[in-house]
Antibody, heavy 117, light 106 residues
């Protein structure tokens, strides 16, 4: 069974970088697409970007200057880095698999990140 | 950007009742619309993809329909385990989400 698990610090200071890891079991990240999505307080959800089977990336234009998604295929993990965070980046962050049909069929449980001094 | 308007934001219904949730897109999304269920503290679960395709393992009481800008998720007979928040996702142009419907048992 495909499982995804997010991990990372729950508290980040403003202007610093937010770094999260998504650990995948039951499926290789060298296939399909692997993305990050966040849910803000108040429940608005936002797609952030993805990394594909060959390491190519695509990002939401509104985040493009601040975001980087990378991977470590030896550990079957992919990563989110979001730079210059503000309090508006406070959210629950989810990682997810997008299959070749284009839809997301597996998600992690999410990790809550608060940006605060 | 394509905006997704989901309604209602909250719904209370009785066990066995037929329930309808709606998503409206700000432009035609050509049926690139998925529905998810999220229970408290759990990962979102895919229910329906591409408007009307039931994901593997999802009970047949869930169904989806729609076209153009208007899409519907129907639960034919509400069960206690269906208490959750439901949200839609359009994939026609980038990805944007509905704001969610919180479903409770009356």
């Amino acid at each position: 069974e495909v499982q995804l698990q997010e991990s990372g610090p729950g508290l980040v200071k403003p202007s610093q970088s937010l770094s999260l890891t998504c650990s995948v079991t039951g499926y290789s990240i060298t296939s399909n697409y692997w993305g990050w999505i966040r849910k803000f307080p108040g429940n608005k959800m936002e797609w952030m970007g993805y990394i594909n089977y060959s390491g190519g990336t695509s990002y939401d234009p509104s985040l493009k200057s601040r975001i980087s998604i990378t991977r470590d295929t030896s550990k079957n993990q992919f990563f989110l880095q979001l730079n210059s965070v503000t309090t508006e980046d406070t959210a629950t962050y989810y990682c997810a698999r997008f299959n070749y049909g284009g839809y997301s069929d597996y998600w992690g449980q999410g990790v809550m990140v608060t940006v605060s001094s | 950007d394509i905006q997704m308007t989901q309604s209602p934001s909250f719904l209370s219904a009785s066990v066995g009742e037929r329930v309808t949730l709606n998503c409206r897109a700000s432009q035609n999304i050509n049926k690139y619309l998925d529905w998810y269920q999220q229970k408290l503290g759990e990962a979102p679960k895919l229910l329906i993809y591409n408007t009307n395709n039931l994901h593997t393992g999802i009970p047949s009481r869930f169904s989806g329909s729609g076209s153009g800008t208007d899409y519907t998720l129907t639960i034919s007979s509400l069960q206690p385990e269906d208490v959750a928040t439901y949200f839609c996702l359009q994939r026609y142009s980038w990805l944007t989400f509905g704001s969610g419907t919180k479903l409770e048992i009356k």
